[in-house]
């Protein structure tokens, strides 16, 4: 099932800044560094702004919506088989499957496939940075 999203590009910049705070701050909270990317950013910051627009606006609102919708760290961290790209019905693979499957390059579902499949790469990388920075800090801890 895809969950539609307003097409992102056309959001006015405050509120395509919203979302990436969200994503930053609640979002991705395993990501230590996510507040230090934007610490002393100013919202008027034109390289901010052309950041936060389009694809990537696109791609940050996806990944809130599934957190939101319970597909947060716990359960990514579930999927340690690769599963997050792989499964033929749900994962990445399959998502690019469906975009080439569209019958026009322009089709507004085959974009929508594509972030979905991206957001999905988003959240197997998060995965395996939570997993390394797992494996760091027991190699820390040990006695």
Do not use: F
């Amino acid at each position: 099932m895809i969950m539609q999203t307003t097409h992102t590009s056309k959001l006015a910049p405050e509120q395509a800044l919203e979302v990436r705070r969200l994503y930053a701050e609640g979002g991705h909270s395993q990501d230590k560094l996510a507040p230090q990317r934007w610490k002393g950013r100013k919202m008027s910051d034109p390289k901010l702004l052309a950041a936060a627009d389009g694809v990537c606006i696109s791609l940050l609102a996806r990944r809130a919506a599934q957190i939101r919708g319970g597909y947060d760290a716990a359960h990514d961290d579930e999927h340690r088989d690769g599963a997050i790209v792989t499964n033929a019905e749900w994962g990445v693979t399959a998502r690019l499957r469906k975009a080439a499957d569209c019958e026009s390059t322009d089709d507004p579902v085959r974009r929508e496939h594509l972030v979905v499949a991206a957001s999905l790469l988003v959240a197997e990388i998060e995965r395996i940075d939570r997993a390394r920075e797992r494996l760091l800090a027991a190699k820390e801890v040990k006695p």
